[in-house]
């Protein structure tokens, strides 16, 4: 493995990151004039600085990216943004360095925790960096990389494996992974401007509307608001968010597919679409009945909070309208599980995908057959098509490892302090890029202590990459030549 070629590969997302902090820092200066452009322009000049140092004090010999390499690549650069994004809440809003990177990295896992209140009362150009950084991550810091990036197109297809989510990895919509890459950003930029679009009909300003859609399609959750979405206390509004917090739960690749052929019918087609339809309909009816039957609030009003937070906890995305902390515990344990579900592979959502959970379903039903009948022939199929063997054998993996780090995650927390109900809850919110949690983070991420803190930030990293892309970088033998 040449470790060198990792680390000329960072010095990519570090500019990038410049760049960033300079558009803010120019946002400051000529729209929003909040007197925030200075501390922009410093972290930019010394990003910008660091990464064309880094492109030109290392060799720039790229050769095919190894699979090693691409893997490193992917880890470093989630974990480096996430230190380089949290300066401006260090700078400027005055958190610490822990807090400020545990808001950064949230914000680029699409995860949506928060150890900052007082929202309504932040620098327009600072709010919007935040929003910024749930669009950034949406669809992944590397898939941008490898679009812009024509040099990487040799070896690119194992840096798209290495962030694209899902047991399914590396299905290209052209020939050339770079132009598949840019055809699933251009999907992306239009959904985007079409939820801004919906969002200011709605009822929104246009700092509102451009903000809230960069949560919303990134499923990510941050808000310009302490109340979230509920501050607006308006049906279209949700309404609006929850037919975007869908669309940004499925498949990309299956967008380009339906727009390209303008075929809406194929969206039904998808088995992975239908079941995620499926158990967002099965989970709306019975939170609402639950709430109903609890005396919580009337039949229509239990049917309005359930549609939105369902779909909310499901997609990962995480905007309230409700204190949902309040429901009985039947349907925060339902949360909490539709948390695990999350949206379908290839898509902004977290969670152990929906994929997944219908291929362990039909799995578990194939087993009870052989039972019956031992001597039968089966297939399990999905899509129309058998699943192989190393597809399954990957879902098992992934399963039983997210229920054991989940419990062991949650220890670590316990250790620290956290009651169980807000170490699970927490573990959840952050391993499967969700956000809203229960007990004494019910309301923000502000209770941690540091060292919990750093614990969650390392798990929605983890999260984010679906666990194998970081775990592995611990065997001995990855670091093997």
């Known amino acids: 493995m040449n470790r060198f070629r990792s680390l000329y590969l960072l010095s990519i997302p570090v500019l990038a990151m410049g760049c960033v902090f300079l558009l803010y820092g120019l946002l400051s200066l000529l729209l929003f004039r909040d007197q925030l452009h200075i501390p922009f322009f410093e972290l930019a000049a010394g990003t910008m600085l660091a990464g064309i140092a880094g492109l030109f004090g290392i060799s720039r010999k790229l050769e095919n990216i190894g699979y090693r390499e691409s893997l490193l690549f992917v880890t470093l650069t989630w974990s480096m943004l996430g230190l380089l994004g949290g300066l401006p809440f260090m700078l400027i809003n005055g958190l610490s360095f822990t807090d400020a990177t545990f808001e950064a990295i949230s914000g680029l896992t699409t995860t949506g925790a928060t150890t900052i209140t007082g929202l309504d009362g932040l620098p327009k150009s600072l709010l919007m960096y935040r929003q910024f950084l749930h669009w950034m991550g949406g669809l992944g810091v590397i898939i941008f990389v ?10 690119g297809m194992r840096l798209y494996k290495a962030e694209t989510p899902g047991p399914v990895k590396g299905e290209k919509l052209a020939p050339r992974i770079s132009h598949t890459a840019r055809y699933l950003w251009y999907v992306y930029v239009a959904i985007t401007l079409a939820c801004i679009a919906a969002f200011w009909l709605a009822g929104m ?5 451009v903000a809230h859609a ?20 308006s049906p279209a509004i949700e309404l609006v968010a929850i037919v975007f917090m869908l669309l940004g739960a499925m498949n990309f690749g299956l967008h380009f597919v339906v727009f390209s052929n303008r075929r809406l019918w194929l969206y039904w087609r998808d088995e992975e679409t239908r079941w995620l339809l499926y158990i967002v309909a099965g989970a709306i009816l019975l939170a609402a009945a639950t709430l109903w039957w609890d005396g919580k609030y009337d039949a229509l009003t239990s049917l309005r909070h359930s549609a939105f937070q369902v779909v909310s906890f499901l997609t990962s995305t995480g905007f309230v309208t409700a204190d949902y902390t309040v429901w009985p515990g039947a349907v925060i344990l339902l949360l909490i599980i539709l948390q695990y579900i999350g949206g379908c592979a290839g898509s902004t959502a977290g969670g152990n995908k929906v994929v997944r959970n219908a291929i362990t379903m039909k799995a578990i039903f194939l087993e009870v057959k052989y039972l019956v009948h031992p001597r039968g022939v089966f297939s399990l199929k999905f899509n129309r098509r058998p699943v192989e063997r190393d597809v399954m054998d990957s879902v098992k993996a992934y399963m039983f490892c997210a229920a054991a780090l989940t419990i062991m995650i949650t220890l670590l927390l316990m250790g620290t302090g956290l009651d169980f109900l807000t170490a699970l809850s927490g573990v959840s919110a952050c391993m499967n890029v969700n956000g809203p949690a229960f007990g004494a983070l ?7 202590s540091d060292t919990a803190t750093w614990i969650l930030s390392a798990t929605m990293i983890l999260g984010r990459l679906e666990f194998f892309t970081v775990l592995v970088l611990l065997h001995p033998a990855f670091w093997r030549r």
């Open 205 to 209: 300003d246009l700092f509102e509307a």
């Open 442 to 448: 019910g309301s923000n991420f502000i209770p941690l």
């Open 214 to 233: 960069f949560a919303t399609v990134s499923t990510g959750g941050f808000s310009t608001h302490d109340a979230s979405l509920s501050y607006f206390k």
């Open 146 to 155: 490898v679009a812009i990036m024509p040099m990487l197109n040799i070896g």
